[in-house]
């Protein structure tokens, strides 16, 4: 969902004598000035163009901020490179260059008063356009109606409609190869004086011009006030403008009044049946009246027109009325200093704010663990306190029909990278199937493209090992733990959610504190440090919590000790949760980061341990198709980003919209090609539309007793509808608690759900079962850990499973990376366990209790099989490993292990398998 230019075409013939008067014109400009200096600039062409409320320049949205240049045409070039340096400096992509200005005795217009060339102005305007174009920048090109039959100092303009048409057909003329202008057809076009262009001659105009280049953008300003609804309806119905560009109130209750005057004016257009861009070319200057604004005038009213939704805004500038001479001018006139040597200190104050006002969103995203939509109280929990939340929700956009997928990793992965976990490969939670297609780019690669420090802090579950881990998938800073819980398999051992180990960056490292706690923390350390390097950031914290076991600090947990013990617990570990979102909201208030970022808060699949207390009147849960297995809560706050009033959106909306919205919101777009299976709901969050296209969201993942997906195992969304495993029809707008099955009485309903998942399963299955590989021997990761997590198609992820000695194996999918000499440790217990292989563990005490004894198996002997070895070897009972030295060739393989009795039977795998490449053998593949 990103912009569509508007195109810019040409008729198929003009008048002999306007291609004649442009041939002359072209021919001074390039003359007017002189020597090499007067030819135009190279070109780039730059294109302006139009989405719904906002501009594009070239294709991409784009917040238009600007300067008033009045008197451009009468500098040195010099004084106008300079100029233009300082305002690409600043963060300016906008200037406003009148056609038709004079004052202090120096008329520099670049028409006559009857609309025909007049140099050198015309081409100086002319170079002006190509050198903005050149650079990347937008020029408004004003013109402005005046009574005056012959020029006099300081009353420039065209005197009549005739003039006036002339006008507009010699600066289209004469600068129609580019795409980085718009006209302004009459400046204060309803003010009572001579400067007033009725709504019919504007008409004409527009017409004029369309016919003439029909795809510029053309508009026409206001005086200065608020726009009313007339004023909307003569601009965008009558005259047929692209876009409103009002002049707002001078005075000093004008910045406090921006925002709400532009969420008015846009609601105007919007009733209207049009939905374009406001673009403010004067608010107030200094130097101009009683009241002068200060710096602090002009950033507000910035900050209240991009939080309004308005698409542009100008540092307007002028004379100093009163002064000698008027001085300084502000770009009246430049003939003698250019326009940034005239600025006095408070606008300097401007020019220097207005790129931290502008800045790209800094982004957040908070996704918590088997967490369910019912389990905060803004959702209605009789039981459970979330203030902290609530307030967030108060204050965000709520998608109350969002869908994630019923169980975790799926989610994730749909999350960072748009598309179906079916189509990314991350589906199941264990199994050899937690891995996301290398080809995709995920969202910190798209945003770290775009100028973004990422970084991801708590649950990954994406892949354990190269090149899945987040530091290979385009996270600048990753501090994580493995697989789906802490207390996993390959977890750190004897991890209990308190002062455990973590992986930072590569790293194995101790940290002091609870999960959560320690999570929150971190990130709001490193968010802190990119805003002291004026970075824009992207920081995905994904918590531990509320995923079993359920451990808590007892604190948490002793206001729901009337509820059963798993539920206090499963609920302090969410009040712990909230306590964090407040300190969060707190540090981004003191660390002046709130406004100008976006914080989405979500869930990653249904309900849990929570559900028998309130389920939102849903059916079912984790794992569960039905609805109570995938609707989830999703917060979205920006507060400067001009997004619809805070409310409930009920549109269906799934996991996989996020990364392309995030892209639109930011800015960015993804290399092209780039597929998503979501859409960008940016217009949906900027009240741009109340709808989205008509779609279907199918809900499908990989179970953990049945990793292979099977035909029908799903739920296909639409509208009100649901179609659950292929048998059941729900309609939740009579049936939100999905009772009565309806199948058999709307069998078209049915049939064309079906259709639709036949298309795309369809499109899916060619590619369901192809697994991803664990990389060996890479200079990335060396030596690396493989835990049971990633055997093929074989379940086993859990800790408690390791101590319980589960008698199961599989294989893992692997690449070794170059030839080499390799060690390949087997193990039963982790290298950090430090326990023989045919040994069991005692009890292991922890906070809430104390992990259970690890039993012991009868290993007597081990066997490796890998490429076309297949190697055996005995265990002594005081044997930790059995290390095997082979040489592999590069390329894909299977990596598998045994672990027999002295009787030769099958106990299990091997659960731990580090593999290290002998560094003193050559590096290169």
Not at 569 to 594: T, Y
Request: net charge neutral.
């Amino acid at each position: 969902m990103y912009a569509k230019l508007i195109p810019v075409t040409r008729p198929a013939s003009q008048g002999s004598a306007l291609r004649g008067a442009t041939g002359i014109l072209l021919l001074l400009g390039w003359c007017a000035v002189g020597g090499a200096d007067a030819q135009a600039p190279p070109r780039r062409q730059t294109v302006l163009g139009i989405q719904g409320a906002r501009f594009t320049l070239d294709g991409r949205p784009a917040f238009l901020v600007g300067i008033s240049y009045y008197g451009a045409l009468g500098a040195p070039e010099e004084f106008i490179r300079q100029d233009l340096d300082d305002m690409q400096r600043h963060g300016f992509n906008w200037l406003r260059v009148w056609a038709t200005w004079s004052a202090f005795d120096h008329d520099v217009s670049a028409v006559d008063r009857k609309g025909g060339p007049r140099e050198p102005f015309l081409g100086r305007l002319r170079w002006l356009v190509a050198e903005c174009d050149r650079r990347g920048l937008v020029v408004d090109v004003t013109l402005t109606r005046s009574a005056a039959a012959s020029r006099r100092a300081g009353d420039a303009g065209v005197p009549d409609a005739a003039s006036h048409e002339r006008a507009v057909e010699t600066l289209i003329g004469t600068l129609r190869e580019h795409r980085n202008w718009y006209l302004d057809l009459a400046n204060e076009r309803d003010v009572r004086d001579a400067r007033y262009v009725s709504v019919t001659e504007l008409k004409a105009l527009r017409d004029l011009a369309r016919r003439l280049e029909p795809g510029l953008l053309v508009t026409a300003s206001f005086g200065g006030h608020d726009l009313a609804e007339d004023d909307v309806r003569d601009s965008l119905v009558a005259a047929e403008h692209d876009f409103l560009s009002p002049h707002r109130p001078r005075n000093a209750r004008s910045p406090a009044q921006t925002e709400g005057r532009t969420r008015a004016c846009l609601d105007i257009a919007k009733a209207m049946g049009r939905v374009v861009p406001v673009h403010y070319q004067e608010p107030f200057r200094r130097g101009y009246g009683p009241w002068e604004p200060a710096a602090a005038d002009f950033l507000a009213d910035l900050r209240g027109a991009v939080a309004g939704g308005a698409a542009g805004w100008c540092l307007h500038n002028g004379s100093e009325r009163g002064a000698a001479g008027q001085r300084p001018r502000r770009s009246f006139d430049m003939r003698a200093r250019r326009l940034f040597e005239q600025l006095d200190p408070e606008e300097r104050k401007v020019v220097a704010g207005v790129s931290a006002v502008l800045a790209k969103p800094n982004v957040i995203v908070v996704l918590t663990d088997d967490q369910g939509y019912g389990d905060l109280s803004c959702h209605g929990n009789p039981a459970l306190k979330t203030p902290h939340l609530d307030r967030l929700h108060a204050e965000s956009v709520r998608l109350t029909d969002f869908h994630a997928t019923p169980m975790c990793t799926p989610t994730r992965g749909q999350l960072l990278t748009g598309r179906h976990c079916l189509a990314n490969g991350a589906m199941n939670v264990s199994s050899g199937r937690t891995l996301l297609r290398r080809e995709l780019p995920t969202m910190a690669d798209l945003l770290g493209a775009g100028g973004y420090r990422c970084g991801q802090f708590g649950k990954w579950h994406l892949g354990d090992n190269h090149p899945y881990r987040p530091q290979d998938r385009g996270f600048h800073e990753a501090l994580h733990y493995p697989s789906s819980h802490i207390g996993s398999a390959p977890d750190f051992w004897n991890n209990d959610y308190f002062d455990d180990t973590y992986w930072h960056n590569g790293k194995r490292e101790a940290f002091s504190g609870y999960t959560t706690d320690v999570f929150f923390d971190a990130a709001m350390q490193w968010m802190r440090k990119q805003a002291a390097a004026r970075t824009p950031f992207f920081c995905y914290l994904a918590t531990a919590a509320a995923h079993g076991p359920l451990f808590v600090p007892e604190s948490y947990g002793e206001p729901y000790r009337d509820q059963k013990p798993n539920v206090a617990r499963f609920f302090g570990m969410i009040a712990n949760i909230d306590e964090n979102m407040g300190r969060l909201d707190a540090f981004l208030r003191d660390a002046n980061l709130r406004d100008n970022t976006i914080l989405i808060f979500m869930t990653d699949n249904g309900g849990t341990a929570g559900v028998p207390v309130f389920n939102a009147g849903m059916r079912g849960r984790k794992i569960d198709l039905w609805e109570g297995g995938h609707r989830v809560p999703c917060f979205i706050r920006w507060p400067a980003g001009a997004l619809r009033a805070p409310g409930n959106v009920a549109e269906l909306t799934a996991v996989q919209d996020i990364l392309p919205t995030l892209l639109d919101l930011c800015g960015l777009e993804p290399p092209p090609g780039t597929p998503f299976d979501g859409l960008s709901l940016a217009r949906l969050l900027r009240g741009e539309t109340d709808r989205l296209p008509d779609r279907m969201v199918v809900v499908q993942f990989s179970r953990m007793n049945a990793p292979v997906p099977q035909k029908g195992d799903a739920a296909v969304l639409w509208q009100r509808w649901r179609l659950v495993a292929d048998k059941e029809l729900y309609d939740l707008s009579s049936d939100g608690a999905q009772q009565v099955n309806l199948i058999g009485q709307h069998p078209d309903v049915a049939a064309r759900l079906r259709a639709h998942y036949d298309r795309w399963w369809t499109r899916v299955a060619p590619s369901v079962n192809d697994h991803g590989a664990l990389v060996l021997g890479s200079d990335a990761e060396n030596p690396s850990q493989l835990s049971p997590a990633d055997w093929e198609d074989s379940f086993l992820d859990q800790g408690a499973q390791i101590r319980r000695g589960l008698r199961r194996n599989g294989a893992w999918n692997v690449v070794v990376d170059r030839t080499g000499e390799y060690e390949i440790e087997l193990r039963r217990w982790p290298r950090e366990a430090d326990a023989p292989i045919a040994a069991g563990l005692p009890p292991c005490p922890h906070r809430d209790g104390a992990f259970p004894e690890g039993v012991a198996l009868p290993i007597a002997r081990a066997r490796l099989k890998i490429a076309d070895l297949d190697l055996s070897r005995p265990v002594g009972a005081s044997d930790k490993g059995v290390t095997y030295a082979v040489r592999l060739q590069p390329g894909r393989m299977r990596l598998q292990t045994w672990f027999y009795d002295a009787n030769g039977a099958e106990l299990c795998g091997a659960y731990y398998v580090y593999v290290r490449r002998n560094q003193a053998t050559p590096s290169a593949p």
